[in-house]
Every structure is written in structure tokens, then in C-alpha cells.
């Protein structure tokens, strides 16, 4: 994550990830494995061209990790969308994380408490993430799930 999403991000290296406003890609995680990619090939181990569901909600993390808010109105302008429908399922699921004191949520915002809801940033995050099982933020991860993970 950078402070800075207009920036192209190239990452070098063993499980470095790379990302532009189209895709992320990312290197093999191990040394061996990635010296050997780079010797026969490709570093890149895997990635994906983003959709616009992606860049709607890689702007949305990005504010929660970067600043541990996020500005509903500041979504709805960026990428024409209204934000309470279109994260309405998110929205529901959030409430159980206000009542546990991780956020607080209003109409135009969710702010991550402190210093709880900054120590599990990911577990709110998890919430937006379409591409983790949907009571991941509860219930977390499976091994087998885990290692693909970042």
C-alpha cells in the first residue's frame, strides 16, 4: 500500500508485487524460487488485470490501511458509485465489528478504532475482500487458504 495510488509500483525481488492502475502481479515468494524464474524466464509467480469492481475496492483499502478511514462521499465521486448499495452486504457484516469496537461507522464514514481496530485492520479489511470466503473476518483462514494469500 502507498500514500500515493497514482504511482505505477514495481517490485523487485522475491514475493514482491508490482501494481498499476490496470494490474498487480507478484513475484515467487521464495529466494530459490525466484532466482530459478529469473535464471529460466519470468519472476512473476502470479497476477491479474483488475476490474473495475478491483479498483473500487483497492481505493477503499487503500484508505483503510493508509489512514484508517474510510470517506463514503470520497468513493461515491471517485468511481460514480453510491456506497451504501454498493457495499450494502459489507455494510451488514461491519456492524458486527462495530459492536466488538474494532470501527465506528456513520453515514459519510468508518474510521478504525484505536488502537484495536489498527491492530486488526485486516480482519476489517477482510470484509471487502471478494476473493476471500465471506466469514473470513470471523473465522479467518484454512491453511490451504492462507498460503495463497498475499
Known amino acids: ?9 514495481l517490485g ?7 501494481q498499476t492502475n490496470q494490474c498487480f502481479a507478484q513475484n ?13 524466464d519470468f519472476a512473476t509467480h502470479r497476477g491479474m488485470w483488475l476490474s473495475t469492481d478491483d479498483r473500487i475496492r ?11 478511514t474510510v ?7 471517485a468511481h460514480s458509485i453510491i456506497f451504501d448499495q ?17 470501527i465506528e461507522l456513520d453515514k459519510d464514514q468508518i474510521r478504525l478504532t484505536e488502537p484495536l ?6 480482519v476489517v ?5 471478494k476473493y476471500l470466503p465471506r466469514d473470513a473476518y470471523l473465522k479467518g483462514l484454512s491453511p490451504e487458504q492462507a498460503s495463497r494469500v498475499g
Open 71 to 77: 470517506d463514503k462521499l470520497s468513493l461515491e465521486r
Open 12 to 18: 523487485f525481488g522475491p514475493s514482491a508485487i508490482s
Open 28 to 40: 515467487h515468494k521464495t529466494t530459490d524460487q525466484w532466482f530459478k524464474s529469473v535464471r529460466d
Open 86 to 102: 454498493y457495499f450494502e452486504d459489507e455494510l451488514d457484516r461491519l456492524m458486527e465489528l462495530s459492536q466488538l469496537g474494532m
Open 125 to 129: 479489511a477482510s470484509v471487502f475482500d
Open 58 to 68: 483497492q481505493s477503499l483499502l487503500q484508505d483503510l490501511y493508509g489512514r484508517g
Open 117 to 122: 481496530g489498527r491492530l486488526l485492520v485486516r
Open 1 to 9: 500500500m502507498t500514500t500515493h495510488r497514482e504511482l505505477d509500483i
